[in-house]
Structures are given as structure tokens and as C-alpha cells.
């Protein structure tokens, strides 16, 4: 079976603050996929990031990373000095097999307060 | 470039009513998706297509829907008779394929709001 856990249904930090989002995934494919996307108020959601299974290196991209533990199955993503720009709510997913079928988690809705 | 197109924006009807949503991927792109966000089951996929045919419609909650993709650049959900518990948004995506394989990066429409009264 496939599953994606978002524990954290809000998280509310204050502008400039780090703020971890934590995503745990089942899946019994060897071969998968694991994304993050953001859903601003405007409402389509947009993608930042594809990581496959084979690659645990972690990623930077600006005030971006993310942690990907195949011990753990997680894939964390940490917003360093948030901004109010940064609020939205935020979905991990899940391709279990390449087939680009994605499973998506429940989301976290991020507020980052002035 | 432009994105996704997807109207209507916004769908009040009335239970019973046919309902039509419309989806223009982006040029090029190989799969098409559409997807259902409602608070409670969140984001559900409802059926994809790869050029032009549609692959997996496990998604689709019952014979009120049905999905069609004409041609490359237009896509239809339909859902006849709509019922109140239909009411939610609606997503279309379109992704690419890279070197032969699905990226997995879905670029999504803004959605059309759909409510059932």
C-alpha cells in the first residue's frame, strides 16, 4: 500500500524563524519517487521538488532543503529564515513505482507571521 | 509560456445538473491529470492521460464521471447527474516526459471551484 503522512496539519512560526516540515511514507516499491509542493492562496500548486529513492543526498536550493532518510521513510523539508512569502500549504508526495501516479499527503498549512 | 487553463474558475449548479469542466495542458506535454481537493479526502487523482489515452481511472468515483481527451491540447470532466457531495475543487496538470520517463512534475491549473447546491 501506498501512504503519505503529514503529521503536522499547521505550523504557524514567526518571519525568520527555521521551520521543519516532517513527511513519512509507506511504499513497498524499491523504485519510488518523493515530491514537495507548495499551494499558495492563489491555489495551484507548484512544484519544488523530485528526489528518487536511490539518491538520500541531501538538498539546498536558497532557504530550501530537505532530508530524505530511507531508514526512517522520511522526507523532511526545512524552511530556513521564513517569510511571510513562505506561507501556504505545503504537500509531500509519493510515486511509487515511476508510473507518475502521485499519492499526496494530507498537506501542512504553513502561516509565518510578520 | 502559458500554464494550465482550466475554467470554469468558479461552478454553482444545482444537484442534477450536468457539469463540464475544461482543461488546456501545456503545449507538449505528454500526461495529463485531474485531480479533486476537498478538506476532507484532500487531493485525490481521479484519471490520467498519456498522449491522449487514458491509463488508469481507478480514481473516478462512479459512472456520473467521466473524463475525455479529444486531442492533445483539450481535455473534459464531466459529471452527470452532480451531487451535492461533488462539490470541491478540481485540478488539471500536465507533466512532460524526459528521456523517456515520466518526471513527475506535475504543472497544475488554478483549479475550478465547483459547488452543488
Known amino acids: 500500500a501506498q501512504k503519505v503522512t503529514q503529521a503536522q496539519t499547521e505550523i504557524s512560526v514567526v518571519e525568520k524563524e527555521d521551520v521543519t516540515l516532517d513527511c513519512v511514507y509507506e511504499?513497498?516499491?524499491?523504485?519510488?519517487?518523493l515530491f514537495w509542493y507548495k499551494q499558495p492562496p492563489s491555489g495551484e500548486l507548484v512544484f519544488l521538488i523530485r528526489?528518487?529513492?536511490?539518491?538520500?543526498q541531501n538538498e539546498i536550493s536558497g532557504r530550501y532543503s530537505w532530508n530524505f532518510q530511507k531508514s526512517t521513510s522520511s522526507f523532511n523539508f526545512t524552511i530556513t529564515a521564513s517569510q511571510v512569502v513562505d506561507s501556504a500549504v505545503y504537500f509531500c508526495?509519493?510515486?511509487?513505482?515511476?508510473?507518475?501516479?502521485?499519492?499526496f499527503g494530507t498537506g501542512t498549512r504553513l502561516t509565518v507571521i510578520p | 509560456d502559458a500554464g494550465v487553463i482550466q475554467s470554469p474558475r468558479h461552478e454553482v449548479t444545482e444537484m442534477g445538473q450536468e457539469v463540464t469542466l475544461r482543461c488546456k495542458p501545456i503545449?507538449?506535454?505528454?500526461?495529463l491529470f485531474w485531480y479533486r481537493q476537498t478538506m476532507m479526502r484532500g487531493l485525490e487523482l481521479l484519471i490520467y492521460?498519456?498522449?491522449?489515452?487514458?491509463?488508469?481511472d481507478s480514481g473516478m468515483p462512479e459512472d456520473r464521471f467521466s473524463a475525455k481527451m479529444p486531442n492533445a491540447s483539450f481535455s473534459t470532466l464531466k459529471i452527470q447527474p452532480s451531487e451535492p457531495r461533488d462539490s470541491a475543487v478540481y485540478f488539471c496538470?500536465?507533466?512532460?516526459?524526459?528521456?523517456?520517463?515520466?518526471?513527475?512534475?506535475?504543472?497544475f491549473g488554478e483549479g475550478s471551484r465547483l459547488t452543488v447546491l
Open positions: 503545449s507538449g506535454h505528454d500526461y
Open positions: 496538470a500536465s507533466s512532460l516526459i524526459r528521456e523517456g520517463l515520466p518526471t513527475g512534475e506535475l504543472f
Open positions: 511504499t513497498r516499491d524499491t523504485t519510488y519517487y
Open positions: 508526495a509519493l510515486d511509487p513505482n515511476g508510473a507518475n501516479n502521485l499519492f
Open positions: 528526489r528518487n529513492s536511490f539518491d538520500e
Open positions: 492521460f498519456n498522449n491522449n489515452v487514458p491509463i488508469d
